[in-house]
């Protein structure tokens, strides 16, 4: 059976499990812009994308591994409200964002514009998966991590541009957290000040709480929540035992917010792997044309304990893979 056999397979065997169906965009801000019917996502397309985004000589390398099989019965758990925080206001910071408009990202200014019709396709099924609580991992659903294979496949673009594009829906609230402690690029992204507290303060002071170092910004339904003060430590941290404790207390405090996690890269360290291993969900970044099929294999095997894996394709150059896109879910092996 070829790899895209076994992922019709497996959206079959997820579509009766009651997750989610796939739906999924890759971004590039060259790609030729599609018609709604050529959006379509199918396994089939993501594959052949994917394929042919490879270099030629790594074309023949091993497919990406068979899903695991579903142990765990979808479980449907109602969603909470937030416990109110009296007296807690966060600060709020002024994003730039004709600035950010001009570097090719989504804003609330430019929801006509092709990334930000790409990035509707792609937060669909986020979104979707994180209220309905579907999956074996169900109390989670609404951590959402952005991940690559290898460093500057596009996740800091990604995770912006996906919280940026959930922000701008009617009943959605995200807070962005910048979790690639080693390497922080969201506050220079956005243009905002460097050096705020954030999550490593969180980790390395406990009478610091949440509301304390995150920051609101103009943008209504979003918030970020900044890498923090720098620490020699600082991958460990994102391991250690008391990341796991808080991002139990996010997910539940925060239920009925999306969060979404810039996340450093699978290969290059493991501190990755441990923040995955607490996720709801998993965006896979791929770069086109540079990401060969054997390395995303790799990374996919990192994370085979979380539920939901989508995969983008990023960067994508050519009109014929265009803006292609594709997306796997897989159910848990434990
Ligand atoms: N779809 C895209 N179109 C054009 N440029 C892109 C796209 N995605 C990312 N880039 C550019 O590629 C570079 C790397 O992107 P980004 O910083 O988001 O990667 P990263 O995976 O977060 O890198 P790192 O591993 O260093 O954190 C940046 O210059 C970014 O602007
Ligand atoms: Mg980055």
């Known amino acids: 059976m070829d790899l895209v056999e076994k992922a019709v397979q497996r ?31 199918t396994p089939e397309r993501f594959a ?20 695991a099989a579903i142990t765990a019965p979808a479980v449907h758990v109602r969603r909470q409200s937030a416990p109110a925080e009296a007296g807690q206001r966060s600060r709020e910071v002024h994003i730039d964002l004709e600035a950010l408009a001009a570097a090719g990202f989504v804003t609330p200014q430019a929801q006509r514009s092709q990334i930000a019709d790409e990035f509707r396709v792609i937060k669909r099924p986020i979104i979707r998966n994180a209220r ?26 990604v995770s912006l541009n996906l919280a940026m594009s959930i922000a701008l829906e ?14 922080p690029s969201l506050m220079k992204l956005t243009h905002l000040p460097q050096g705020s507290k954030g999550l490593l ?3 390395t002071s406990p009478d610091i709480k949440l509301p304390d170092v995150m920051l609101r910004t103009n943008v209504e339904k979003l918030s970020i929540l900044p890498a923090g003060t720098a620490h020699g430590r600082a991958t460990e941290m994102l391991a250690s035992e008391s990341m796991a404790a808080l991002l139990e207390e996010m997910a539940s405090r925060y239920s009925d917010r999306i969060l979404v996690f810039d996340a450093p890269p699978l290969l290059a360290t493991t501190e990755a792997r441990a923040l995955a291993s607490h996720m709801g969900q998993i965006i896979m970044v791929v770069e086109a044309d540079r990401t060969t099929q054997v390395l995303v294999k790799h990374a996919l095997e990192t994370i085979e304990s979380c539920p939901v894996v989508m ?24």
């Open 132 to 157: 309905d609580r579907v999956g074996p991992r169900a109390e989670r659903a609404n951590l959402v991590m952005v991940t690559s294979a290898i460093p500057s496949e596009g996740k800091s673009f």
């Open 201 to 203: 303060d969180l980790l």
């Open 48 to 67: 052949r994308a994917l394929e042919r985004a490879q270099p030629p000589d790594t074309r023949t390398a091993a497919p990406a591994p068979a899903p």
């Open 170 to 183: 009617v009943d959605s609230t995200v807070l962005l957290v910048d979790a690639d402690v080693a390497n």
């Open 11 to 41: 959206l079959a065997e997820l579509k009766k499990a009651g997750i989610d169906a796939p739906v999924a965009a890759a971004t590039s801000e060259s790609a030729a812009a599609q018609s709604p019917a050529e959006a379509i996502p």
């Open 311 to 334: 995969m983008v394709l990023n960067k994508a150059p050519r009109p014929e893979v265009g803006s292609y896109y594709g997306q796997h879910y897989y159910a848990a092996a434990s």
